[in-house]
């Protein structure tokens, strides 16, 4: 078991309660997706995972320690095991490609060379790996605003590589981008989980994303869990099922597609 | 229209009577009624003009206690003006004073009455007011505009030849002769001429000097010298200088005038004058000699630009680099403390969060003084000259650019931010990678557009000390060396534009 979170609850200043006592296991090498609506809860617990958000209360255990109150050095060495791919990318835009997959080493570079923007030839040469493995290294020293959304996203997992992670947290990562790529993304996705047992921890809206994918699903509604099941559990998922996650409104496109709610 | 959706505070309508006598007090009833906002405008606008018309009569020295009974003959063409403008305004005022009272009847009753009408009356109440206090004359800027159009041309184009801008060189033909006073036993010796230049001839070699004390005790006269010019420049005026001993040489002036001669199509001249008074050193015991010069000018070879020309462009190289140097302080001094001024950098805590406060206050503060202020504190500091106004702008270049900054790191996408510390990037790596390569391209635009400002007003702060081309602009302000004004200003104009049209173009290569 690599993550296992006892009760996790976020209340937000404004008093929103985001997550009410969530508690559930990742086991090593899974792909886990998250659904639920929109404001469901399900950034607000990924971004728990990696600390972007202070939990209100409960128990991040993360190979071995409890990371909820974690600061410093000990945060720093969490966050770097755990690579993050976001809906909007993150990218700096302005950078190249390049300097934005070499931030993903930051976490394990000296600070102080960031004011000289020095990056040790070994690191250049492992971001240009990195690229490679995402099939955009002729890209290396574009403007990252220059590349097409799909392009992007795969900058985006290559800065997630280059952490060396454990665990990859995948915020939406296809929702910005049409079907096709939604598959060629999470089909690098895959390939990780797969080939170097990267565990994987995504969130998605559409339905047949999720039956393709997922090796094992967790429904959040209003902050709280509502649905888990396996791969195959959710092949059978019933219209029932699907409405206790997704409210009353939700309907099941013809194609397995969920739309946000109506 | 505000009025039609004005909502008084209470639901249910007063008395409207009561509202119309309250309004006695201007705005009074408007807000018995419920129409706060109203009411206070109302007062604020009414009293405010009536205690301004009654003030600027007063200040014309008009005995506002026996208003509006005067005899016309009694006041002088000043207060004349006061009383018709402020009278004017009165007169405006009360109408919207009478309005004031049936809006508080109305108002009292739940519908305020549409002020569209009555606040233009209260409106040109006002710009008469405005226009008495600043001496607002337009009959008088159009009569007088031929006295400025001159000095205007002379400002717009100070490039004809004959201007400051210019010179040329002077060559000069003189005639020498020596002459002596006292009378001694040997004769001065005269100097030699070179055959077909310029000479003089003298009638008398010695003599003696103007209002010394005779003997007798009258006053001596002084010696009448007649002067015969030959091989001068036919036409051209020749003016009389003396050089007595080692007292350096004057030109002789009678009645106010200098001695001038215009020699005739042969080149000859004659001239008498007397030998005016001069101190002749106490240490002289023998003779003074003095040189006696008729000399012609001319101005030979091709214009060249003048001394103030040069000074000019010492002014503007002056005040560029003063513009430098602030805003490359301001710019190194601004950055820091514009992180600690953003906002969406220093939420994290408490302490923090106070210290944005305490540091958007105080760049407030700096702000909001002119940098002329700051030029004058900085003089008192440093003394006048260029290091003033490098001082000056710089302070106030360090806090309007760190508004600016701190401005440009608050609009910042968020998203890099996240996802950089998502990487486990400390603060420090946070910064470097994520906040600079977004805050690059503002940080560029403003720098540049701040030296532009500096540049202009540096030729402020130099009109008050803080060098530059500022300094000498004003000095031929008060000089009324219109012409040489006009060359510091052409001068400024063009550093301007270029530096304008240069940082636009920086400016869109980098957003």
Redesign the interface.
């Known amino acids: 078991m690599i993550l296992n979170i006892k009760n996790l609850t976020k209340i937000y200043d404004t008093g929103t309660k985001a997550l009410t006592d969530v508690s559930f296991d990742v086991t090593e090498g899974e792909f886990l997706v998250i659904i639920g609506l929109s404001g469901s809860g399900k950034s607000t617990l990924l971004r728990c995972i ?1 600390r ?1 958000i202070d939990p209100t209360s409960g128990e991040i255990w993360f190979n071995g320690k409890d990371i909820a109150k974690a600061k410093g050095r000990q ?10 791919v ?1 809906q ?8 190249s490609v390049l ?1 934005n997959v070499i ?7 000296n ?2 060379w ?2 000289t ?1 020095y990056t040790p030839r070994s690191i250049r040469q492992d971001a240009m790996r990195a690229l490679e493995k995402v099939g955009i290294p002729d890209k290396a020293y574009n403007r990252a605003d220059e590349l097409s959304g799909g392009q992007q996203q795969r900058v ?1 997992i290559a ?1 997630a590589l ?2 060396n992670p454990r665990i990859i ?1 995948a915020d939406e990562p296809v929702a910005s981008l049409d079907p096709v790529l939604a598959h060629s993304i999470l089909g690098y996705l895959e390939k990780l989980n797969k080939e170097q047992g990267v565990t994987i921890i995504c969130s998605l809206h559409y339905l047949d994303l999720v039956q393709r994918y997922a090796t094992r699903v967790i429904g959040l509604r209003d902050g709280k869990i509502v649905y888990e099941g396996d791969n195959t559990s959710i092949r059978k998922m019933t219209d029932t099922q699907f409405k206790e996650v997704y409210g009353e409104e939700a309907q099941r496109m013809g194609s397995g597609l969920l739309g946000e709610s109506a | 229209m505000m009025e039609e959706t004005a909502k008084s505070r209470f639901s249910v309508p007063r008395i409207p009577i009561v509202g119309g006598v309250l309004s006695i007090i201007p705005g009074l009833g408007q807000v018995y009624g419920g129409f706060i906002m109203r009411g206070v405008l109302l007062f604020l606008f009414i009293a405010s003009l009536y205690a301004l018309s009654l003030w600027r009569m007063d200040n014309a020295g008009i005995d506002i206690s026996t208003y509006p009974s005067y005899n016309a003959d009694d006041l002088n063409k000043k207060q004349e003006q006061a009383f018709i403008f402020a009278t004017l305004a009165i007169l405006l005022t009360t109408v919207g004073y009478v309005w004031n009272i049936y809006d508080g009847y109305v108002s009292a009753g739940g519908k305020p009455s549409p002020a569209l009408v009555p606040g233009l009356f209260i409106t040109i109440a006002t710009l008469i007011i405005g226009a008495h206090i600043t001496e607002i004359d337009i009959a008088k800027a159009v009569n007088e505009i031929g006295d400025v159009s001159p000095r205007l041309k002379q400002i717009l184009w100070p490039w004809n030849p004959d201007d400051s801008a210019f010179t040329r060189e002077v060559e000069t033909f003189d005639g020498v002769a020596m002459w002596e006073t006292p009378c001694d036993d040997t004769p001065v010796k005269q100097p030699t001429h070179t055959e077909g230049e310029s000479y003089i001839e003298i009638d008398s070699v010695c003599g003696s000097i103007s209002g010394l004390r005779k003997p007798d005790g009258s006053r001596d006269e002084g010696t009448t010298i007649n002067i015969k010019g030959y091989d001068f420049r036919p036409g051209e005026e020749a003016e009389l200088v003396l050089k007595p001993g080692s007292v350096p040489e004057f030109r002789v002036v009678v009645e106010g005038e200098r001695v001038r001669v215009i020699p005739d199509e042969n080149g000859e001249f004659e001239l008498s004058f007397v030998m005016p008074n001069f101190t002749i050193p106490a240490t002289a015991t023998t003779s003074t000699p003095v040189e006696i010069t008729v000399r012609q000018k001319q101005e030979v070879g091709s214009l060249k630009l003048s001394e103030d020309f040069w000074l000019s462009f010492e002014g503007i190289i002056e005040t560029l680099f003063l513009a430098l140097m602030a805003t490359i302080a301001g710019l190194v001094l601004a950055v820091p403390v514009s992180f600690l001024a953003a906002r969406n950098l220093m939420s994290t805590s408490r302490i923090t969060i106070a210290a944005y406060y305490i540091i958007r206050v105080i760049l407030n503060v700096v702000r909001s003084i002119e940098p002329i202020v700051w030029a004058l504190i900085a003089i008192i500091w440093v003394g006048a000259g260029p290091f003033a106004g490098v001082l000056a702008l710089t302070i106030h270049t360090i806090a309007s650019l760190a508004k600016l900054y701190s401005e440009a790191i608050e609009s910042i996408d968020p998203g890099p931010i996240e996802a950089i510390q998502a990487t486990g990037a400390d603060r420090l790596q946070t910064i470097m990678y994520a906040v600079v390569p977004q805050v690059i391209p503002p940080f560029v635009s403003f720098t540049i557009y701040r030296w532009d400002i500096n540049v202009r007003m540096s030729t402020i702060i130099g009109a008050v000390g803080g060098g530059g081309i500022g300094l000498v602009l004003i000095q031929w302000i008060r000089l009324a060396k219109y012409d040489s004004v006009g060359i510091a200003v052409w001068m400024i104009a063009i550093v301007v534009t270029i530096l304008d049209y240069a940082s636009a173009r920086i400016r869109e290569q980098y957003v």
């Not at chain 1, 931030?103 to 570079?109: A, P, Q």
């Open positions: 990696n972007l945060l720093r060495e969490t966050r770097r095991q755990i690579g993050m976001f909007q990318f993150n990218l700096v835009k302005r950078s300097t931030s993903g080493r930051l976490g394990y570079m600070p102080m960031s004011l923007n985006g800065r280059m952490q947290l």
